[in-house]
C-alpha cells in the first residue's frame, strides 16, 4: 500500500515538470517570434538600402557595379566575409551578375518563384549555404528603365547570432527548469511532512489505547478540519467500546454472582448431610435439586445465546403463519399463565404471515411471551398483537415497577429488576437472546414504557420502510 506522501508526490512532481515544460516552450517560442521578427525587421532595411542604391543612374549602360554608391557601413559588411551580410544579382536569364565579396565561393539561392512571378516587393525564405550556415533570404525583382535591364536580387543575413542566442536561452530555460522543479519539489517535501504530523500524532494516540485507558478520549485541539471527524469517529467508537467493556466486566461479576451462590448452597447442604447424614431431610435433597436447576437453567440460558449469536448466517427464510406460531408459544406458558390468574389478549388475524425464520422467531415471541407472564402483576392482562404493517409483533403487559432507565439495560445478560430477583426462576438471559436474535434476522426490538405499561415492540428497521 503506497502512503499519502508517495501518492501526493507520483501527482504533483510529474505535474510540475509538465507546467515547467510548457511555461519554457512557451518562453522559448516567443523569444525564437521576436528574434525572427527583429531579424526580418533587419533583412527589410537591408533589402531598402540594396534597392535605392541599385536604382541610381549609371553613368554607363551594362551590368550593375555593386560597389558604386553605397553607403559606406553597408559596403564595408558586403566586403566582409565575416559579416554575415551577402548580396547577389541575377540577369533575367539566371547568369549571376555580381556579388558580394562576403560571399567568396557561396551562392545564394535563386527562388524559382520569383523567376516565374518577378515579385517585386520580394519573398522572404529560410536558406542555407553550402559551408552549412543558415541564413534568412529576401529575393526582389527590380525593374529596369531605358537604359537598364531588370535583375533579380537576394539579399541575406547569417542567422548564426539568432542560432546561438536560441540555444542559449534554451539552456537557461532548462536551468531554470530543473531548479523550478527541484525546488518545487523539496517545498512539496516539507510540506507533506508538516501536513501529516496530525495523522503521526493521532497514530500515537491511538497506540497507547488500552482496555484500561478506553475513558481517555483522543485529543482534536490542532487537527486539521479534514481529520477531525475520523478523531469525532474514533472517540464515538472508544466511548462504544467503553460501554462494552464495562458491560462484559459487569456479566462476568453477575455471572460469578449466580453461579457462587447456587454452588454454595450446595457445598454447605451436602457437607452437612455427609457430616450428619442421620440429620438431613428430604428437604435438603430438594433444594439441591432446585439449585442444579437453576445452574443448568443459567447454564442452557448461555448456551442458547452462544447458539443465537453463532447462527447469524444461517438465516433460513420462509413464510410463517405469525398466529399460529405464537399460539404455540402462549401453549408453552399455559401452566404459569393459569396459576397466576392472568389473561392473555391475541389480536393478530389467523392468515397473518411473516417471511421469516420460524426457529429465530419461535425464540423472540417465546421469551417476550415469558417476560411478561413473569414480571406482570397477577391478574392482570397481556395484550398480544401487530400495530402496523411496519410491526411484526407487539406485546403490552404492566410493569409497575420498571421505570425509564430501566429500558437502557434490560436487553443485558443476566438483568433483572431487583425487587423481581429474589423467588423468580428466570436467569435475565430472555430478553438478550432475544434481541440477539432480533438482530440475526435484521429486524428491531424497541421497548417503550407508556404510563405503568411496557411495550414490547418487534418491527422492521427504519431503512426497510
Known sequence: MKSIRSKLLIWLVPSFVIIAILAGSLLYFSEQRRLNASLNNELNEFSR??????????????????????????????????????????GL????????????????????????TNNVDGIQFNSQLSSGADIRVHSFTLKGGPRRPAINVSVAINREDINQRLSAF?????LGGLFFCSLLSAILIVVIKRALIPIHDLSEQVANVEA??????????????EITPLVARLNQLLARLEQSFARERQFNNDLAHELR??????????????????QSSTEDFHYIAESSAQLQQTIDGLLSLARVENSRAEVLLEQVNLASLVGECISLHT????????????????GYCVLSDPRLLRMIISNLISNAVEYAPENSEITIDSESRYSVIRVVNDAPNLNRDDLNTMFDRLWRKDLSRTGTKHVGLGLSIAQSATQALSLELIAELHGQQLYMNLKYPIEAK
Open 93 to 116: 536569364n539566371g547568369q549571376t551578375l555580381s556579388k558580394s565579396i562576403s560571399l567568396g565561393s557561396e551562392q545564394l539561392h535563386l527562388s524559382e518563384e520569383l523567376v516565374a
Open 49 to 90: 538600402i540594396m534597392k535605392l542604391t541599385l536604382m541610381r543612374p549609371t553613368p554607363r549602360f551594362g551590368a550593375v557595379v555593386i560597389e558604386q554608391g553605397f553607403a559606406s557601413s553597408t559596403k564595408l559588411k558586403l566586403n566582409d566575409v565575416e559579416s554575415g551580410y551577402y548580396l547577389q544579382t541575377w
Open 212 to 225: 484500561g485507558s478506553l475513558h481517555n478520549r483522543l485529543v482534536e485541539v490542532d487537527v486539521p478540519a
Open 261 to 278: 451462590t447456587p454452588l454454595a448452597a450446595m457445598r454447605t447442604t451436602s457437607e452437612v448431610a455427609l457430616k450428619w447424614p442421620e
Open 335 to 350: 401452566n404459569q399463565i393459569n396459576q397466576r390468574n392472568m389473561t392473555i389478549i391475541q389480536l393478530i388475524d389467523d
Open 170 to 174: 534554451a539552456f537557461q530555460l532548462l
